[in-house]
């Protein structure tokens, strides 16, 4: 990371997905892990450390199931990240809706 005042420029060298404590290296995990993320119910918690110097640093993002839906998780073992329906409106959502909420179409 480098710039001067508030204002960063930032090169993402490595991007690693992990299940719990698992490093997710088969493709197929990894796009379902980012489809999840991405498109289910789970909250984010960003970390961000940087070296001394500030000129690296490492950005961790977390998806967790909020407070209460960890306790239903420990109780049956196992918690939705969301209904199917719910992600693929979301997905679709993003993919065709622009900032200003206007409808777009890709590659036309």
């Known amino acids: 990371m480098q710039g001067e005042g508030s204002a960063r420029q930032c090169r993402i060298k490595n991007v690693t997905v992990h299940s719990e404590d698992r490093l997710l290296e088969d493709a197929v995990e990894r796009r379902i892990a980012i489809f999840l993320i991405l498109n289910g ?6 970390l961000l450390e940087a070296s001394s110097d500030a000129s690296t640093g490492v950005i961790e993002m977390q998806y967790a ?6 306790t239903r998780q420990r109780e049956q073992g196992f918690e939705l990240m969301g209904t199917l329906s719910s992600m693929i409106s979301t997905f679709f959502r993003r993919e065709t809706v622009d900032e200003a909420h206007s ?3 890709q590659g036309v």
């Open 65 to 70: 199931p909020d407070k209460n839906r960890e």
């Open 41 to 46: 119910s789970c909250e984010e918690t960003t």
């Open 103 to 105: 409808v777009t179409v």
